[in-house]
């Protein structure tokens, strides 16, 4: 396999800085990740495993691979196999043949896909892993200290890719909560003054209409005020 060069590697970074930092979403941006990085590490397969802190487990999230073998659902735990060791130690582990590493644990996946040499990086941010990325190719190859450095590259730009949706989904709910909270103090406020009742009163009104309609609290309340402001207008 030919080296890669000096070149195409910043371009590969560049392009998925890009990516990270556009307007695509979080599974668009990791298989474009994956995508760029075969390409430039000539592998046959580049995947993205993603940690789950609750259970433990790596599940493949991205990969440009088509074969459905290795599309299949698969789950693997920390410390297991090549995927979990490296999770789990924070350590690029690299392999020159798959089929004969005892760590290794799909050798049968391996030989129909006719993988050989893996090189396998952790996905870290801020000291923490949050993933690994692999990849293979399908003849022996002694992967460089550029390759690694490369790939954990890539794999740290993952790693920021996805904190930062889930920080922009997680910064998204609290507002929705915030919104929602306004809108029911809101809605108290006109229930108590119109109705004549205590906040206790108007809460129980919104949550009982919320359940006999179906609908959130947080929709019942806005109805109120607007029905409040569009009164006041009249």
Do not use: H
Not at 108 to 137: D, F, H, R
Not at 150 to 172: D, H
Not at 180 to 195: F, H, N, P, S, T
Not at 212 to 230: F, G, N, Q
């Amino acid at each position: 396999m030919k080296k890669t060069s000096y070149k195409d590697q910043i371009a590969a970074l560049s392009k998925i800085s890009k990516a990270i930092t556009s307007d695509l979403y979080l599974e668009d941006v990791l298989k474009l990740i994956v995508t760029l990085t075969a390409n430039v590490m000539k592998a046959k397969i580049c995947a993205l495993w993603l940690l789950d802190s609750k259970t433990k487990e790596l599940r493949i999230r991205a990969t440009q691979a088509m074969s459905k073998d290795y599309l299949r659902e698969r789950k693997i735990k920390l410390g297991e196999g090549i995927v979990g060791l490296v999770a789990k130690d924070k350590k690029p582990i690299v392999i020159s043949d798959v089929t004969k590493d005892q760590r290794y644990k799909e050798k049968e996946l391996a030989k129909k896909e006719k993988l050989v040499s893996m090189l396998s990086v952790p996905m870290m941010i801020k000291k923490k892993v949050s993933g690994v990325i692999n990849c293979y190719t399908v003849a022996p190859y002694e992967f460089t200290k550029s390759d690694i450095d490369l790939l954990s590259a890539v794999a740290n730009q993952a790693a920021v890719a996805i904190e930062n949706t889930e920080l922009m989904v997680k910064t998204r709910v609290i507002q929705e909560e915030l919104q929602a909270r306004k809108a029911v103090e809101k809605a108290k406020g006109i229930l108590m003054r119109d109705q004549n009742i205590d906040e206790e009163q108007a809460y129980n009104l919104l949550r009982k209409s919320s359940m006999d309609r179906r609908v959130s609290m947080k929709d019942i309340a806005e109805a109120i005020v607007l029905a409040y402001e569009v009164k006041k207008i009249k």
